[in-house]
């Protein structure tokens, strides 16, 4: 006589069995995709979760969203054989000049000159469109067979190595990342609580045309309410990233285009000529948020779901490609020694190489947004006279290069050449 209790556990190991991968990513922006390929190169397999569906995930339209890869950056997705498919729509970053000052005065008379003719390697960085980099991105993983994507999905549960959507199949795995941004429902699931706080400024992102040459030059330029970053992109066009108190960012997105122009053009200057909106704009509110942990039972985060910091720098999806890099480190070897590779002493190692790092970047965010987003006289003469001193030091000068370029510290091997 057939056993019903045995049928019933071989019905539920063969669906285990159909829905068991290595590695469940859920977010499928740029860092989920990013890991899921770097994973593939070593045979581990991936289901990335995506709530976008597939036809607003694979738009190419130009938007004006656009990302500063910092060299470190660009090798990760050399090793990845993402590059050649996006490399020719990028603009290499040649110059850095950082200045201080007010909108509609000009820059202060000192500043920080970075050019990349002192560092060996190359360019400090690219500026890449989001269209570009996420259609490679999304093109390589149909091509991957270990790669599984399940777009206009949710997660509605969360165990130990396995998640439950909302169509209701349950996937199951060895490891779940967190690729999920900076309110991260894999955090809160796996019970990690975050700090951080509000910096009362809001980005406002867009693309402008310009009627001169930028010469690959990016500005960041300093002003009382918050930083404006002016980067160079192909066909004389810049992004910008433009930091405003929350209040008059309202005011400004609110704006038509031709007003929304006439309020950028003050602080922008005309060293460029006349400027254009071209794309879309986006906002999106400033804030300093840390997970206080990066890992948890099976759970691993990475990118903003691990630790969202104010854009100043530009550092933002840079640090989470390093922390792709780094858990690809982490796996790797514990895979090549036959480990579990969702287990609390492998995932340990990941959380100790990027812990500090994040933290250090959060810091330095922090202190220079406080320091520069401010029209205190006496702050102002000291990060001008400071901003000087660097500038006339090479070692020094060459230091902060290396650093914006992401050719410092303990550099996981993706990011090596």
Known sequence: MDN????????????YKNNMTDVIIVGGGLNGPTLALALAKIGLRSTIIDMLPSPTRGLRDFDGRSYALAHASMRLMRNISIWNDVADHTQPMLEIKVTDGRAGEGPAPWMLHFDHAEIEEGPMGFMCQDRHLRSALLAAMD???YITQLSDEAVITQGEGCVTLASGQTLYAKLIIGADGRTSGTATRAGIKRTGWSYGQTAIVCAVSHE???????????MPAGPLAILPLPDNRCSIVWSESTARAAEIMAMDDVNFIDALRPAFGDFLGGISLTGKRFSYPLGLTLANRFIADRVAL??????GVHPIAGQGLNAGLRDIAALFDVLSSAKMRGEDIGSLSVLTRYEQWRRFDTATLATATDMFNKLFSNDNSLLRAVRDAGMGLINAAPSLRRQFIREAA???GDLPSLMRT
């Open 4 to 15: 019903p209790d045995k049928k019933r556990k071989i019905i539920i190991m063969k669906a």
């Open 143 to 145: 091509a991957n067979k």
């Open 212 to 222: 001169k040459n930028h010469d690959g030059i990016a500005h960041q330029f300093f």
């Open 302 to 307: 990475i990118g903003d779901a691990a630790h």
């Open 406 to 408: 992401g050719l410092t």
